[in-house]
C-alpha cells in the first residue's frame, strides 16, 4: 500500500488532470464565452442558494469577500448573474442567475455528463465500476477535509 503522501498526490494528481482535461474538452461544447473555474463555482453555489450574499458566497467558496466581488462583477457584466438588493437590509446584495446562466449550466452538466458517460462506456466494466463504488468514499473524504478533520 502506498504512504499516505503518495496516495494524497496521487488523487490530486488525477482529480486535477480530470478537471482540466474535462474543462478544455467542453470549451467548445458549450456555448457563451468561456468561465474560469472559480465564475464556474460561484454560479453553482448561487444556484444552489439563489438570493445568496457576497460574504455567504465567499465563505461557501472559501474565497476573500474582494475575490468573490471581482467575480460577481464580472459575471454580471456577462448577464450570468444579477445582484438585488436585500428588501430587510437595503445595503445587502442578493445574487440571483440570470436565465442565460441557467442555461449554460444545464448545458454545461449535459456537455459534460456526456463527455464522462462516453469516457466510462469504454472502459473495462470493472474500472467503471470501482470508479462508481468509490464515489461516496470520495464524497466522505470531501466532507471531511472541509470539515478540517
Known amino acids: 500500500m502506498p504512504t499516505t503522501t503518495a496516495t494524497a498526490q496521487e488523487l490530486f494528481a488525477v482529480v486535477t488532470g480530470l478537471r482540466r482535461v474535462v474543462r478544455r474538452r467542453l470549451r467548445d461544447r458549450v456555448p457563451g464565452p468561456r468561465l474560469r ?9 448561487v444556484e444552489a442558494e439563489p438570493g445568496i450574499g457576497v460574504a455567504a458566497a465567499a465563505d461557501a467558496l472559501h474565497l476573500a469577500q474582494n475575490s468573490v466581488s471581482t467575480l ?4 454580471v457584466a456577462e448577464d450570468l448573474l444579477e445582484r438585488g438588493r436585500d428588501p430587510s437590509d437595503r445595503r445587502a446584495v442578493r445574487l440571483r442567475l440570470t436565465e442565460a ?12 455528463g456526456r463527455l ?14 470501482a470508479i462508481t463504488a468509490a464515489l461516496p468514499a470520495l464524497a466522505h473524504l470531501l466532507e ?4 478540517g478533520t
Request: aromatic share 2%; no cysteine; glycine share 4%.
Open 37 to 45: 473555474g472559480a465564475q464556474l463555482e460561484l454560479l453553482q453555489a
Open 72 to 75: 460577481v462583477n464580472q459575471l
Open 101 to 112: 446562466a441557467e442555461q449554460r449550466l444545464r448545458d454545461w452538466r449535459e456537455a459534460r
Open 116 to 129: 464522462v458517460d462516453d469516457a466510462l462506456a469504454g472502459l473495462p466494466a470493472a474500472e467503471a465500476a
Open 144 to 147: 471531511r477535509i472541509e470539515e
